[in-house]
């Protein structure tokens, strides 16, 4: 069921899609082991210009199943490019956030993306690799912890002490995200059910090559305070390849996944990309 609103309850409910305003086409996608969730606010900001759609990955909580034991960016491209069918979008407007920033770099390869915008994109390693292994274990380090977690149920969604670990990990400022976000981005953690398959995925699947051939106007924007993926050491790739037109933005004050925290100027960093390369949306 696709939702078209984005209102608050008091406790976090899983959703398949976000789906709300009306002009022009906007896709949203979330990073590895959130949720549509996380867009809520600046789905909000933008559907006043904007038909905005931010879907549940494969696998993720409010998603569909995943079936099998490995699944990477490129199966989930195809999710997204089927869904984009579905609602009769040729093509739209593209921002991603971490592994959402690394299938709308896909998707925009595949000519699906009138703008994108990139937002602390996972993917920016070659494979195989020191760097990519890395990753994959920071990962696989947090698997123990889903473990007890989904064992302790609500005691540990509500818990302050795990939600400030958790907001430490994706935001500068914590006091910035409230007590529900927090709440929701510890309960979609708990609820992603693909890990593994996707730390398999991404040691299996070839890296994205031609980044430099992307036609699609481009913004990267980079966390000051990423501490998933600092820039020095995951960017540098993206920096390097993506073509020269490409906007690099570095967004001081915040971590690596800055909606939460800064939604007005995601929003707006968003919605000024779109409207200098299509000259007909107004910043919001």
Same mark, same amino acid.
């Given at each position: 069921?696709?939702?078209?609103?984005?209102k608050?309850?008091?406790?976090?409910?899983?959703?398949?899609?976000?789906?709300?305003?009306?002009?022009?086409?906007?896709?949203?996608?979330h990073?590895?082991?959130?949720?549509?969730?996380?867009?809520?606010?600046?789905?909000? &900001?933008?559907?006043a210009?904007?038909?905005?759609? !931010?879907? *549940?990955? =494969? #696998?993720? %909580?409010?998603? $569909?199943?995943?079936?099998?034991?490995?699944?990477d960016?490129?199966?989930?491209?195809?999710?997204?490019?089927?869904?984009?069918?579905?609602?009769?979008?040729?093509?739209?407007h593209?921002?991603?956030?971490?592994?959402?920033?690394?299938?709308?770099?896909?998707?925009? &390869?595949r000519?699906r993306?009138?703008?994108?915008? !990139?937002? *602390?994109? =996972? #993917?920016? %390693?070659?494979? $195989?690799?020191?760097?990519?292994?890395?990753?994959?274990?920071?990962?696989?380090?947090?698997?123990?912890?889903?473990?007890i977690?989904?064992?302790?149920?609500?005691?540990?969604?509500?818990?302050?002490?795990?939600?400030?670990?958790?907001?430490?990990?994706?935001?500068?400022?914590?006091?910035?995200?409230?007590?529900?976000?927090?709440?929701?981005?510890?309960?979609?953690?708990?609820?992603?059910?693909?890990?593994?398959?996707?730390?398999?995925?991404?040691?299996?699947?070839?890296?994205?090559?031609?980044?430099?051939?992307?036609?699609?106007?481009v913004?990267?924007?980079?966390?000051?305070?990423?501490?998933?993926?600092?820039?020095?050491?995951?960017?540098?790739?993206?920096?390097?390849?993506?073509?020269?037109?490409?906007?690099?933005?570095?967004?001081?004050?915040?971590?690596?996944?800055?909606?939460?925290?800064?939604?007005?100027?995601i929003?707006?960093?968003?919605?000024?990309?779109?409207?200098?390369?299509?000259?007909?949306?107004?910043?919001?």
């Open positions: 069921m696709t939702s078209r609103t984005a608050s309850t008091a406790r976090p409910a899983p959703v398949a899609a976000l789906h709300l305003g009306s002009g022009d086409p906007v896709l949203l996608l990073g590895f082991m959130l949720s549509p969730h996380c867009w809520e606010q600046v789905a909000r &900001r933008m559907s210009n904007c038909e905005v759609y !931010a879907p *549940a990955f =494969a #696998g993720h %909580w409010g998603g $569909p199943e995943v079936e099998g034991w490995s699944l960016v490129y199966a989930l491209a195809d999710q997204i490019e089927n869904q984009l069918d579905e609602l009769g979008w040729r093509d739209c593209i921002a991603g956030n971490s592994l959402g920033g690394w299938v709308g770099l896909e998707l925009a &390869r000519g993306a009138r703008t994108l915008t !990139a937002i *602390a994109p =996972a #993917g920016g %390693w070659t494979q $195989p690799s020191i760097t990519q292994l890395r990753i994959g274990a920071k990962f696989a380090s947090l698997i123990p912890f889903v473990e977690g989904k064992r302790l149920g609500t005691f540990v969604v509500d818990n302050a002490l795990v939600q400030q670990v958790a907001g430490f990990l994706v935001a500068k400022h914590v006091s910035a995200i409230s007590s529900r976000d927090l709440a929701t981005l510890v309960t979609a953690v708990l609820h992603c059910e693909v890990i593994v398959p996707m730390l398999l995925g991404s040691l299996r699947a070839p890296s994205m090559t031609d980044l430099d051939t992307i036609a699609t106007p913004r990267m924007l980079l966390a000051e305070y990423d501490r998933i993926i600092p820039n020095s050491v995951y960017a540098t790739r993206y920096l390097r390849e993506l073509p020269e037109s490409a906007d690099r933005i570095v967004v001081h004050g915040v971590g690596h996944v800055p909606m939460l925290e800064a939604p007005d100027r929003a707006t960093l968003i919605a000024e990309h779109i409207y200098a390369s299509r000259g007909h949306l107004r910043a919001v």
